[in-house]
């Protein structure tokens, strides 16, 4: 197993920075979710990390080695795109096998590398079809068994599900993970899905303009966004705007701009300054009437959509419109036009740098 690290990586195209003294090390095993919006700098890092691009500045340590003088086909990493880009004219044996084949193997043991791999992606069988003969998600695990299949230090996976339906992409990501586990190779993982990457990913980083805004487990960064970036990024969260009136403790009182005030971890506030907090939909409860207090707002229901097990409410207060998300085991449900209070604990006021 292998770790790789990126140290103040940095790549303009003109005035525009694609990454921005990015550093960054990702773990011997782990999966690792790069997420963020569209021309973020994912890709670009990637590609670094590959050696497809060269650097302004900055190093890509393998297993602490800088390997940026080495070549692309000499670094020992397995990628998958999202446009995996089969040869259409080979067999998926000979697709498998084109990486050893070109590194002069003898043909028993590619034969035994590549049933060996086509058997932990599940392909085994399929060996002489080609790849317009397989569905979506067959021809991106015969892209997967040719990027392990080298046994490769690293693997580098860039939106690999993207082009899969969701029902595909969902039974890809079980699949995926597996096949990681099972082969134990330190993976980066790119996507522009949330969910996905929560889901998939031991640890993520979002980035934003070619810098990392906040890296860590997914239910700490999910928990605990730092910023209002990320808060907003990953996942739904209300903002509420204020200024902290006092400290007492670990406790901020925050006066809110909504009306009312908020009781907050103090995380470092100090009295009179701005606040921002960020408020998940899910931390929200919802009873009829009006009262505002320490963590209450009273607002007015103006939608509701039902999904099955859940409704997600949008709940206009003052000038603001916030989301509350509710299991519909809820006692009640409430309709457009409903008066209520919202209310949370002290704790789900998550301070977040604006
Ligand atoms: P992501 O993968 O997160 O969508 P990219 O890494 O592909 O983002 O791109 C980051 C930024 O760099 C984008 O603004 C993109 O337009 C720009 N960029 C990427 N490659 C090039 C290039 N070869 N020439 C000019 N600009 C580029
Ligand atoms: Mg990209």
């Known amino acids: 197993m292998s770790t790789v690290e990126v140290v ?33 700098g994912k890709t670009t890092l990637l590609r670094a990390i590959a050696g497809f691009i060269d650097l302004d500045h900055g190093q890509v340590l393998l297993d602490g080695e800088d390997i940026r003088p080495v070549p692309v086909h000499k670094r020992d990493i397995g990628m998958v795109f999202q446009n995996y880009a089969l040869f259409p004219h080979m067999t998926v044996f000979d697709n498998v096998a084109f990486g050893l084949s070109v590194r002069k193997m003898p043909a028993g043991e590619i034969k035994a590398r590549v049933d060996e791999i086509l058997g932990l992606v599940r392909l085994a069988g399929l060996q002489e079809r080609k790849p317009k003969q397989l569905s979506g998600g067959q021809q991106q695990r015969v892209a997967l068994a040719r990027a392990l299949v080298t046994r490769p230090k690293v693997l580098l996976l860039d939106e690999p599900l993207g082009a899969l339906d969701k029902h595909l992409r969902e039974e890809m990501q079980v699949e995926l993970r597996r096949i990681q586990r099972e082969v134990g190779i330190t993976t980066i993982f790119v996507t522009h899905d949330q969910e996905e990457a929560m889901t998939l990913c031991d640890r993520i980083a979002i980035m934003n303009q070619g810098q990392i805004v906040q890296l860590g487990p997914p239910f700490e960064v999910y928990e605990h966004p730092t910023n209002r970036f990320a808060a907003g990024f990953l996942g739904v969260a209300n903002f509420l705007e204020g200024r902290v009136a006092s400290i007492s403790g670990n406790e901020a009182r925050i006066e809110l701009k909504l009306g009312g005030e908020a009781l907050a971890p103090a995380d470092g506030y100090r009295a009179g300054d701005a606040a921002l907090l960020a408020v998940r939909p899910e931390k929200i409860g919802l009873e009829p009437g009006s009262a505002v207090g320490v963590n209450r707002l009273t607002g007015s229901v103006i939608g509701a959509v039902f999904s099955g097990s859940s409704t997600t409410y949008r709940v206009q207060v003052g000038d603001q419109v916030v989301a509350v998300f509710q299991q519909n085991s809820a006692p009640r449900r409430f309709q457009p036009d409903d008066k209520v209070t919202l209310h949370w604990s002290p704790e789900h006021n998550v301070p977040v740098a604006p």
């Open 8 to 40: 103040g990586c940095t790549k303009r195209y003109g005035a525009l920075a694609a990454l921005d003294e990015v550093s960054l090390k990702f773990k011997e095993g782990e999966l690792f979710g790069l997420l963020g919006p569209s021309g973020s």
